[in-house]
């Protein structure tokens, strides 16, 4: 059941804001995007397209959660990337092929898990715990630094001290929520615009639309 172009419910004199299953499976939420934004599921990397979230700082309070599919295995493919150095100043995570996860976090630390093609994920990483869909797979992380003062960047990672794109990530985003020093910062929902059909993520907390800062458009769709 596609629900995506559905703006609003209402249900005798309330509007409703979720609708999801016994099992915790949202099948529709209010948006809150404008109306020259059409929601939908996701949006998709070939390995060319990355995000820059226009956040230049981080503190070591930085929290992010991500919901993601691999679409193509690579030996590294970045899910976010913010560093100053590779691995004392740094917040950045990629993806190991089917493997698990390289988390570089004060160190660069392995984290195995068996992953699919196709399959969504939802990974959230705190300053001191990296959680797969609820399953803690890394605990008592220590964060040595104390702010990361570089661009925060989702879908691809950047040498330190240059902006070239590099480690591109082959896979759809079904949303991102970033917080910092307990503040939501970003709250990233996929959508295109309706005037030119250009995908990107819609951040619902400074109401701005980020498309690709890498080459050619990311595509988009509903499962």
């Excluded at 020259?36 to 949006?43: R, S």
């Excluded at 190991?96 to 196709?118: C, E, K, M, V, W």
Aim: proline residues 1%; glycine residues 8%; neutral net charge.
């Amino acid at each position: 059941m596609n629900l995506s172009n559905v703006k609003s419910i209402i249900i005798g004199n309330k509007e409703v804001k979720k609708i999801e299953d016994t099992q915790g499976n949202v099948w529709w939420k209010k948006s809150g995007l404008p109306s020259e934004y059409t929601l939908v599921d996701y949006i998709e990397s070939n390995g060319t397209q990355y995000i820059n979230t226009g956040i230049t700082s981080i503190t070591k309070d930085f929290n992010i959660e991500m919901d993601f599919k691999i679409t193509t295995s690579q030996s590294f493919q970045a899910l976010w990337c913010c560093r100053t150095h590779n691995v004392d100043v740094t917040r950045t995570c990629f993806t190991t092929g089917l493997t698990g996860f390289r988390n570089d976090q004060g160190t660069q630390t392995p984290i195995s898990a068996s992953l699919s093609l196709n399959q969504k994920y939802n990974l959230k990483s705190t300053k001191t715990q990296f959680i797969l869909d609820d399953v803690v797979l890394k605990d008592n992380i220590s964060t040595t630094n104390n702010a990361i003062n570089d661009k925060l960047w989702l879908f691809a990672a950047y040498a330190v001290g240059t902006s070239t794109a590099s480690n591109y990530f082959y896979g759809k985003l079904y949303g991102c929520k970033i917080w910092d020093s307990g503040n939501l910062i970003r709250e990233f929902i996929p959508c295109y615009r309706n005037s030119d059909s250009v995908a990107g993520l819609y951040d619902l907390v400074n109401n701005v639309f980020y498309v690709s800062a890498g080459s050619g458009e990311f595509s988009y769709g509903n499962d």
